[in-house]
């Protein structure tokens, strides 16, 4: 399983991103999709879940602005981002869990993609 993250950037305070990743080598889709980031100096930390029946999971410092999805059929996972502040820069990576549920621990996560940059200013 390869997973392949796009769509970081740099935007100003208030702005949106979405992030997209494409999983190559899984097709049925029954896996958990996580959002991770990763800030300087800082431990990579969940920021959304999604399991294979869609249910999904927020960090308390993200809910409300980020949302997750997945396209089964695309086998793509999507992490849309709206009200960026400075405090959500960091490194983005998907991770995919397979054969069991959703988890926090970024340990649990059987495969992990390269990450995107997304850099927001003031």
């Known amino acids: 399983v390869q997973l392949t993250e796009s769509g970081g950037g740099s935007v100003q305070t208030g702005g949106s991103l979405r992030l997209s990743c494409v999983a190559s080598?899984?097709?049925?889709?029954?896996?958990?999709m996580g959002w991770f980031r990763q800030a300087p100096g800082k431990e990579r930390e969940g920021v959304a879940l999604?399991?294979?029946?869609?249910?999904?999971g927020y960090s308390l410092s993200v809910k409300g602005r980020f949302s997750i999805s997945k396209d089964n059929a695309k086998n793509t996972g999507y992490l849309q981002m709206d009200r960026l502040n400075p405090q959500d820069t960091a490194m983005y990576y998907c991770?995919?869990?397979?054969?069991?549920?959703?988890?926090?621990?970024?340990?649990?996560?059987?495969?992990w993609g390269q990450g995107t940059q997304v850099t927001v200013s003031a």
């Open positions: 080598g899984r097709t049925d889709g029954r896996y958990c």
């Open positions: 999604i399991n294979g029946a869609g249910g999904t």
């Open positions: 991770a995919i869990r397979l054969y069991s549920g959703c988890s926090w621990s970024k340990g649990d996560f059987d495969y």
